[in-house]
């Protein structure tokens, strides 16, 4: 599926230093829906690809742990159940995602000021976009609705990456096992074959050996040097929204920043009128 084999660099404001991820990837976080530095794929539930993406790759040992993880976020079956997302990205963005369709809405405003809504459907990478009120037309249309669909690429690797471990295209392998806080983890280790917008991103899962949820991520992106140091950011705050276990906050490792991710909702139903009405 596609989205589940598209990365993009993840925009984090001043939250990162410069490039940030996949999802994390090098970029700064815009008020506009502009394509956040990299996220890794989205979800399981992604928009069809015309083609396959390439399989990745999981030694037992990961791969068993990356099962556990989805069985500690709520399972599969609710995971593919789990039709509605809903939730706005550190104050700047807000989507509403149709997870078995495709259909889209993202409402903000751009870093001039200008509240804009796109609908468009992940699937066709079409849509139909609203600056200030008005229908967005030509250039100007087809630029928000491309960068609804990096928004949206970016923010939901921000909040739904542990259920991506085994997303095609993912190499998987078991770095360790570390004592942190007096807590004992499983280290996964994460590379991408020839997939996505950054395929040279490096990612490392800390995953609580007791909730065998992820408590913290680290990333070295692509066009950064290959000796920089990870930037680690703890992942806080699980819950259980609709049936799947979600996280809303992230701090990163030093205390020099914080991501919100916001109203979170999961719900069974949603009104048409969501993905259909500015």
Not at 88 to 111: I, P, S, V
Not at 199 to 222: C, E, F, S
Not at 227 to 244: E, F, M, N, S
Request: one cysteine or more; hydrophobic letters at 40%.
């Amino acid at each position: 599926m596609i989205l589940n084999t598209l990365r993009r660099r993840l925009v984090t404001g001043s939250l990162l230093p410069c490039a940030f991820a996949a999802l994390a990837a090098a970029g700064r976080a815009q008020s506009s829906p502009a394509a956040s530095p990299t996220a890794a794929p989205s979800p399981a539930a992604a928009p069809a690809a015309a083609s396959a993406p390439p399989a990745g790759n999981a030694d037992p040992a990961a791969g068993a742990v990356a099962g556990a993880v989805m069985q500690g976020l709520g399972g599969q079956a609710a995971w593919d159940a789990t039709h509605f997302i809903h939730f706005t990205f550190a104050g700047r963005r807000t989507h509403t995602w149709d997870k078995w369709t495709g259909r889209h809405r993202l409402e903000g405003k751009t870093k001039e000021g200008e509240s804009y809504v796109v609908l468009d459907n992940l699937n066709t990478h079409q849509g139909t976009a609203y600056l200030n009120g008005k229908l967005a037309e030509g250039e100007q249309a087809k630029k928000l609705v491309d960068n609804a669909y990096g928004a949206w690429v970016n923010d939901t690797y921000w909040l739904l990456m542990p259920y991506k471990l085994k997303d095609p295209g993912v190499n998987l392998s078991l770095a360790g096992q570390d004592q942190i806080d007096g807590k004992s983890y499983d280290k996964l280790a994460l590379s991408f074959g020839q997939v996505g917008l950054t395929p040279g991103d490096h990612y490392w899962a800390w995953i609580n050996r007791d909730t065998h949820l992820m408590d913290r991520w680290a990333y070295v992106l692509q066009d950064q040097p290959k000796d920089a140091a990870p930037t680690v950011w703890l992942w806080q705050g699980w819950q259980r929204y609709g049936k799947i276990m979600l996280a809303p906050t992230r701090v990163k490792a030093g205390g020099d920043g914080r991501l919100e991710l916001s109203n979170i909702e999961v719900p069974e139903t949603v009104p048409d009128t969501v993905f259909t009405a500015p």
